[in-house]
């Protein structure tokens, strides 16, 4: 089954501004991902945060979580022309659960920063 | 070097033909996945593997059989492919066993088209 939901599914912004997605999922969890997929290509990985973590930086992006809410928020600051992508969270399942072992994608939001 | 590699890149075929699709990674890394991307782009675990055995199956039907010669290949053999099979499918590597939560390196992608 679909564990994660993605909020929006399209967003389009200026070069410059901030985007900002949103992902919420239904099980427990052992930690989060963001993905980054370009089109035609494959998925790269962006960040990993753990279900006893709340926030994570790298570079321009920001990673939050709320395990209470069992939400995830992927800040991209100042965003580029490049950033145009899709992106997808994806959930790994805590020990016992049905997600264990596994990563469990969310929908993705299709991100256009326009120059 | 290409961490995580598929072969074909695109693959069209007739309906009821056997196809395959294989995918090899230079990491080191001992689980692999097969995940399908549909239409629209949500991404679906197929079978995951580790150190050549099979530890997910996700309900995937029998004409879809998996095989791990070693651990650094994990191919996918297609038997009577119907048009519903046409989808983006994607291999993934992850370091160690699946459930320590690290991230995934995916191929680029095998875009299977079924006529």
């Known amino acids: 089954s679909q564990q994660g939901e993605e909020d929006p599914q399209a967003l389009s912004i200026q070069e410059g501004e901030n985007a900002t997605m949103n992902c919420s999922y239904k099980t427990s969890i052992n930690n989060l991902q963001w993905y980054r997929q370009n089109s035609g290509r494959g998925l790269v990985h962006l960040i990993l945060?753990?279900?006893?973590?709340r926030e994570k930086h790298s570079g321009r992006l920001r990673v939050t979580l709320d395990t209470s809410k069992k939400s995830s928020s992927l800040l991209i600051t100042a965003s580029r022309a490049a950033d145009t992508a899709s992106y997808f969270c994806?959930?790994?399942?805590?020990?016992?659960?049905?997600?264990?072992?596994?990563?469990?994608f969310g929908q993705g939001t299709i991100l256009t920063v326009h120059p | 070097d290409t961490a995580v590699s598929q072969t074909p890149k695109y693959l069209v075929t007739q309906m009821g033909n056997d196809k395959s699709i294989k995918c090899e990674q230079n990491?080191?890394?001992?689980?692999m996945y097969w995940y399908k991307q549909d239409s629209k782009k949500f991404l679906k675990i197929m079978f995951s593997y580790n150190n050549k055995e099979l530890i997910i199956n996700e309900t995937v039907p029998n004409r879809f059989s998996p095989k791990s010669p070693d651990k650094a290949h994990l191919n996918l053999h297609i038997n009577s492919l119907e048009l519903g099979d046409s989808a983006v499918y994607f291999c993934?590597?992850?370091?160690?066993?699946?459930?320590?939560?690290?991230?995934?390196?995916f191929g680029q992608g095998t875009r299977l088209t079924v006529v």
């Open positions: 945060i753990r279900s006893n973590e």
């Open positions: 994806a959930t790994g399942g805590e020990r016992g659960g049905t997600s264990y072992g596994k990563l469990t």
């Open positions: 990491l080191g890394h001992d689980t």
């Open positions: 993934a590597s992850v370091e160690g066993t699946p459930h320590r939560g690290t991230e995934a390196f």
